[in-house]
């Protein structure tokens, strides 16, 4: 019942722009945190950024500060993570998350609920 799906991944080239959506479903999305992660192949997942329930808050990891942005619209139940200046270390499957107490936390282990996944790859 409770489902969240990420969506707008794809192939982009160095420099490109990328906007990702999280739609969300069976839960009562504004009293969530909601994060993206991401893991690139024989990496271990990591945090990318994450946004307060209210929207109010974010957080992000220094590899993307500056360059990506988190929101939230909470009337769509949906999260978003518009991604500029990519770069091919950018490369990787793109999860989105929640948990109601996460907080600024940008590591995995916090997170409830997961998306499965969508890919982005930076390449020219």
């Known amino acids: 019942q409770l489902q969240l799906v990420e969506s707008g991944g794809g192939l982009v080239q160095p420099g490109g722009s990328l906007r990702l959506s999280c739609a969300a479903s069976?839960?009562?999305?504004?009293?969530?945190?909601i994060g993206w992660f991401r893991q690139a192949p024989g990496k271990e997942r990591e945090g990318v950024s994450c946004i307060s329930s209210s929207g109010g808050s974010t957080n992000y990891a220094d590899s993307v500060k500056g360059r990506f942005t988190i929101s939230r619209d909470n009337a769509k139940n949906t999260v978003y993570l518009q991604m500029n200046s990519l770069k091919p270390e950018d490369t990787a499957v793109y999860y989105c998350?929640?948990?109601?107490?996460?907080?600024?936390?940008?590591?995995?282990?916090?997170?409830?609920?997961w998306g499965q996944g969508t890919p982005v790859t930076v390449s020219s």
């Open positions: 069976g839960f009562t999305f504004d009293y969530y945190v």
């Open positions: 998350a929640a948990d109601r107490w996460a907080g600024r936390s940008l590591t995995p282990a916090v997170y409830d609920y």
